[in-house]
């Protein structure tokens, strides 16, 4: 039948509205995500090619590299052929053998070193040309990138770059109707979105190469360009992985976001209202504060 495929997905559409969310969760049960995380991220090539452009636009050739949370290697693979040395860190224990495996199918086992465990806590043993890390969420709230780059930046030459190496988060005052259990969602349907009663406004900018402060405590202006119930908040991260090879967020990564406010308001158009926010690096969303005065 024609469509039947997209039929089935339309039938579903409002059931799959919190997959990527469940998918997500690092859960310190299984060490890790979950395998069909995994797949979600191999599978994008939105997500994947940013780093491989950012790889292209530096030259990795006999350079040294450290990656943590190399995961099921997807972006790593499009590097080691060309690099003099690797320390690879990752600390989901299910993904020990099929890395290990990987690497011996490939013959990259020889200069490369795989270090199990904590990419916040690890050191290396020498200083390297380039430290790649993709352990980003949206905000970098959920995920431990500030602190991984903040313990791994020690390890970079004078001259060495971190990839991804800025991110810019943006704010939208929003309104949608929650389900009672969450208090955020990242949209996998377009038909999920919220609507939209702002422009962008910048929240915060993360230098990774500079960050040092954990927790974010922001207060901007902004005018509404619709009158309506404000009710939550509408939230995009910008990622510049290299110069010009950037990632703007995908269903696999930094997915745009919903997050509820502390409490409804109205606004009107045209009339700024003060939009507070307050969260930490490396912690959950459930626990980010948004409120409007
Ligand atoms: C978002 S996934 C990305 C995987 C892979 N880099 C890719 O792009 O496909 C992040 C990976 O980092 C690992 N990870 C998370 N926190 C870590 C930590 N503190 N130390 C080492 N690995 C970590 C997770 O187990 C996961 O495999």
Redesign the pocket.
């Known amino acids: 039948m024609e469509f039947e495929f997209y039929s089935n997905l339309i039938d579903r559409y409002d059931s799959l509205k919190y997959e990527i969310l469940k998918a997500q969760t690092f859960s310190e049960e299984h060490y890790?995500?979950l395998p069909i995380y995994y797949k979600v991220?191999?599978s994008d090539r939105t997500r994947v090619s940013a780093f491989t452009r950012a790889f292209d636009h530096y030259d990795f050739t006999d350079k040294i590299v450290c990656e943590?949370?190399?995961?099921?290697l997807?972006?790593t693979k499009h590097f080691l052929s060309k690099v003099k040395k690797a320390y690879l860190?990752?600390?989901?224990p299910d993904?020990k053998n099929f890395i290990q495996e990987e690497l011996e199918k490939n013959g990259w086992q020889d200069k490369v070193e795989v270090i199990f465990g904590?990419?916040?806590k690890v050191g290396l043993p020498e200083k390297v040309d380039y430290i790649v890390g993709?352990?980003m969420s949206i905000y970098c709230g959920n995920?431990?990138q500030v602190q991984?780059f903040k313990n791994l930046r020690k390890y970079l030459k004078p001259d060495g770059k971190l990839l991804p190496e800025h991110i810019t988060n943006v704010v939208q005052l929003a309104n949608i109707e929650f389900e009672k259990e969450h208090k955020h969602y990242p949209i996998n349907f377009t038909r999920h979105l919220p609507e939209q009663l702002s422009l962008h406004q910048v929240v915060n900018e993360i230098d990774l190469y500079q960050v040092e402060e954990l927790k974010v405590k922001k207060t901007l202006e902004i005018t509404p360009l619709l009158s309506g119930t404000v009710n939550s908040v509408y939230m995009h991260s910008m990622v510049q992985v290299a110069e010009g090879c950037n990632f703007t967020g995908t269903d696999s990564l930094m997915p745009p976001t919903v997050c509820k406010l502390e409490n409804p308001v109205q606004v009107k158009k045209g009339q700024s209202v003060r939009l507070n926010v307050e969260y930490e690096f490396g912690t959950s969303l459930d626990e980010a504060k948004f409120w409007v005065e």
Do not use: P, R
Request: hydrophobic letters at 50%.
């Open positions: 890790g995500f991220m191999e943590a949370g190399v995961g099921t997807a972006l860190i990752e600390n989901n993904l904590d990419a916040m993709e352990l995920e431990y991984i």
